[in-house]
């Protein structure tokens, strides 16, 4: 990662996708000036990092490739597990969640600020993806907003951790059960921080709909149905209505989708990985969520 970095800015250009936030964003005003990201999409798939690769390096570094491919196929597999704990959860059958999607591979690097300052790394936002994955160097950052402008800092997380963020379309899935909270990174002390995220991005024509066991008279539709790529084209197709807070209500206002103030329990809690994931990547996995009382 810090290797990547280090590119010159012809080529990091190079890593471009027309899908927003899909390939390179370097540091700008409408993210942040301390904020560099790459992208490689459907990385679970050894080609599309390779292709990468052979992008930002002569050689096509195939350590690289190797590293972020293995990855990107556990990261994509630990969010399936999760998934199902979900779904199990709620006494759901497989099919209620289950999609065509492909993983898209973040890796970011949040530059260290001036001297004694506190200054943003990304923009407070909910995450437009189905749902994602983190994984993040020791260096604390990421934080979480649990009241009305009060934020938490996710931090003393093992090496091993992951953090597993509720995006706005399972939100919707779930009936506003789950929360799709809003986080920031912000920046401070002497050192960069980096980390690797992984978004799942259902394939075009994938609708979202709640499963109608979330559906009651106690509980009513809060939420349409609508298809997942018109959703994410136009949480991007504004970047000031996506910083702004308003952007929730004119997006769902746009849709036609019913809002709710909802009160629910938040909760910070581990779920111990499966036997199955034996490397050391998967000793404990961190998720936040937000249940509905």
Known sequence: MKELVKDPVERKQKNASPLPYHGWVGPCEQVSLLYVGFGVRDASNYDSVKNFAQLMWPDGHPQFSDTIHTLATQMEE????????????YGLEEESLKMIYKTLVRMMKYMSPPPGEYKSGLHSHTNKPVSTLICEDQISGLEVEVNDNQWIMLSNLSPSSFIFVVGDPLKAWSNGRLKSVNHRVMMSGDKDRYSIAAFVIPNEG?????PKEFIYDQHPRLFMDFDFMDFFHFAF???????????????????????AMEEGLELVFHILASSKFNSCFFHEIFIYLDFYN
Do not use: M
Request: glycine share 2%; proline share 0%.
């Open 78 to 89: 630990l969010n399936n597990l999760v998934w199902l704990t979900l779904i199990d959860s």
């Open 206 to 210: 994938i609708i979202i709909k709640t």
């Open 237 to 259: 197709s504004d970047l000031e209505k996506l910083i702004d807070s308003g952007f929730q209500d004119h997006f769902f206002l746009k849709f036609r989708w019913e809002t």
